[in-house]
């Protein structure tokens, strides 16, 4: 083939592996009946694509996701469950702010919606670390945490590559179903992975 379609085939394949482990993503979701599927599933997804960033893509994508969600089933639905909790609570405090005023309701919300970013970004960032390591949920939770707070740079990089994604997401719907979640889980543990390694260097944590 000549350079162009080799082009085209490399974006085609690309996509066809992406819209494969965003439908198997979507559809053991359902088999959990949602409450209990969407943690091991979307823990699954992102073995997936680490082994993608570590070995390529050359991989057997359902045998891996099917392991990783059979294997980690319970232990991603308790991590799931924490974060649902303290997303929950964050969500109730914001709404409890709509009653006060003033400079107190300024500064208030300021710090809960840094919080409420600082949540979110940690809970990004578990899921890579539940793929890497294999460690207590507790320790997810810390490490992920201490990722958040010590590259600020990584994560406005992140923000930047993320936002213009979403929006493509919302103009076009259609795209939601075979790309919403692998792609941002790619791009997400592609950013993860180049910490990780740092981390890797220093201490023996890695999984397989």
């Known amino acids: ?29 359902l088999i959990g009946l949602i409450i209990l599927g969407i943690g091991p599933s979307t ?19 359902f045998s891996t996701f099917w392991s990783s969600y059979r294997t980690e089933f319970i232990k991603s ?12 609570v964050l969500f109730f405090d914001f709404r409890f702010l709509i009653h006060f005023e003033g400079w107190l309701y300024t500064v208030l919300t300021a710090g809960l919606a840094s919080i409420m970013i600082i949540y979110l970004f940690t809970a990004l960032f578990t899921y890579p670390m539940f793929a890497h390591y294999n460690i207590k949920i507790a320790q997810y939770l810390r ?34 179903l075979f790309f919403s979640g692998s792609v ?10 180049s910490i990780f390694k740092k981390l890797d260097s220093n201490h023996a944590l890695a999984g397989d």
Request: hydrophobic share 60%; charged share 10%; net charge neutral.
């Open 143 to 176: 490490y992920s945490f201490l990722i958040v707070i010590s590259h600020p740079l990584q994560l406005l990089l992140l923000t930047i590559i993320i936002v213009p994604i979403v929006f493509i997401f919302l103009i076009f719907p259609g795209l939601l």
């Open 1 to 29: 083939m000549n350079p162009i379609m080799e082009k085209i085939h490399y974006i085609c394949d690309w996509c066809m592996r992406l819209a494969y482990v965003n439908l198997l993503w979507i559809l053991f979701t």
């Open 77 to 88: 639905n308790m991590l799931f469950s924490i974060l649902f909790v303290i997303g929950y």
């Open 184 to 193: 941002i889980s790619l791009v997400i543990t592609h950013f993860a992975w």
């Open 43 to 61: 823990q699954a997804m992102f073995a997936v694509t680490r082994k993608w960033v570590m070995e390529g893509k050359e991989i057997p994508i």
